[in-house]
């Protein structure tokens, strides 16, 4: 047998690359401006994505239950909402990661790294995560429309899905339309906090004092039943989708 070319090479085959774009209308990108005294519009341009993923952790759910934990037992499930958050931060930071090492979001990395099986499977759950999610957001606009103006609940649900085709709308205006329209809902709920906090003038031992975990969040069946809630309204799997992308 003859012996191989001189420039023959035996190195084993590269893999071909799976990952390949979809969705591509859906994703928006904003101009990073350069050069020197533009710190701040370089600030509000990564800050932005950032309102845009943060405006995701105030829901309904997040209300009903932390409203709920603090009707019942004071301050005492704050250590519940202050860990749940810390879990939140980093998951948070993986996405984020995720997405700017590989340049694909994290349904993509998923479809990418798993099987057929493992795909459908994650994205039934995930399709039901969005209906478990959007029912709180559409039930929860709702009953708010029905306390504060008197709107019944059937034209409340209508109204809080036709409010989905206005945030559409934004984007044919540009992304930083819409991150503006999310901002100033933040500093809405930013100031209603502050009002709050100057009525209710909360006492800082106490609130040290529930930062501290309590055995009894475990031990008491209602208190747990809360704390679940708590973790599961704040770490949220369609933010982490969202904040990969």
């Known amino acids: 047998m003859p012996p191989p070319a001189a420039d023959a090479t035996f190195a084993e085959p590269v893999a071909e690359e799976v990952s390949r774009p979809s969705l591509s209308g859906s994703f928006r990108t904003v101009p990073v401006p350069s050069g020197p005294g533009q710190f701040w519009r370089k600030l509000a341009a990564f800050a932005g994505p950032g309102y845009m993923v943060a405006v995701g952790y105030m829901d309904p759910g997040n209300w009903a239950t932390d409203i709920a934990g603090g ?16 879990m939140a931060m980093l998951l948070q930071a993986l996405s984020a990661k995720l997405g700017i090492v590989t340049g694909l979001d994290l349904a993509q990395a998923c479809r990418d ?13 995930c399709e039901l995560a969005i209906i478990a999610c959007d029912l709180a957001e559409v ?16 034209w409340g649900v209508t109204i809080t899905a036709l409010d989905v085709l206005l945030i559409l709308a934004l984007q044919r205006y540009g992304f930083r339309k819409l991150e503006a329209f999310i901002i100033a809902l933040l500093i809405v709920i930013a100031l209603c906090f502050g009002v709050e906090l100057a009525l209710a003038q909360p006492s800082i031992a106490a609130i040290g004092a529930g930062l501290i975990p309590q055995a009894q969040i475990v031990t008491n069946p209602a208190m747990l039943y809360i704390a679940i809630g708590i973790l599961g309204a704040t770490v949220m799997p369609h933010n982490l989708y969202l904040h990969s992308s």
């Open 139 to 154: 039930l929860g606009t709702a009953i708010a429309l029905k306390l504060l103006f008197g709107i019944p609940l059937v």
């Open 113 to 125: 790294a798993y099987g057929p099986k493992v795909r459908y499977a994650l994205w039934g759950l």
């Open 71 to 86: 009707s019942a037992f004071g301050y005492t499930l704050l250590s519940v909402i202050l860990f749940s958050n810390l």
